[in-house]
């Protein structure tokens, strides 16, 4: 997992270091569930609908400086990360973003409302955390 600082530019332009938000990023396999269909698999996958896995760019974290929590949205921070995926993508290939998150309903429509989908994973983790992808 590698962490990324968002820091506030005009403060740095000025010689200040000042975070004001944090993500972090890794790959990880995702296990495609059973009884996803063959057409939702092609979608993820983007060329078979028989796999069973893919590999994926997770984002394992991201949150807010408390003294800075106005300056920065939950959206923009999403978005950085979303950035430096697609770079690496163009460069190493891959087409899956990925989150886990607690069964949250605020947490959901958040992902939701920035393009993720859930992923309806029957399949029980350790932590018990839903996934939901973005394809790139």
């Keep these: 997992m590698r962490n990324y600082f968002i820091l506030d530019e005009e403060k740095f332009a000025n010689g200040e270091f000042d975070i ?16 996803l ?5 092609k979608k993820i996958d983007g060329l078979y ?3 069973s896995e893919v590999s994926t ?3 394992g974290q991201i949150g807010k400086n408390d003294k800075n929590k106005d ?9 950085y990360a979303c950035n430096y995926i697609e770079e690496a993508s163009e460069i190493i290939a891959g087409r899956v973003i990925l989150v886990e998150v607690k069964d949250n309903p605020k947490l959901i429509s958040f992902y939701m409302k920035n393009n993720f989908q859930l ?5 029980e983790n350790e ?10």
């Design 20 to 35: 004001l938000a944090f993500f972090a990023l890794s790959t990880k396999v995702l296990y495609l569930p059973e009884e």
């Design 127 to 136: 932590e018990k955390l839903l996934q939901m992808i973005r394809i790139i």
């Design 71 to 79: 300056k920065i949205s939950g959206k923009d921070i999403l978005e």
């Design 57 to 59: 760019f997770l984002i």
């Design 37 to 41: 269909s063959k057409n939702q698999r």
């Design 119 to 123: 992923l309806k994973n029957t399949a």
């Design 49 to 51: 609908n028989g796999v």
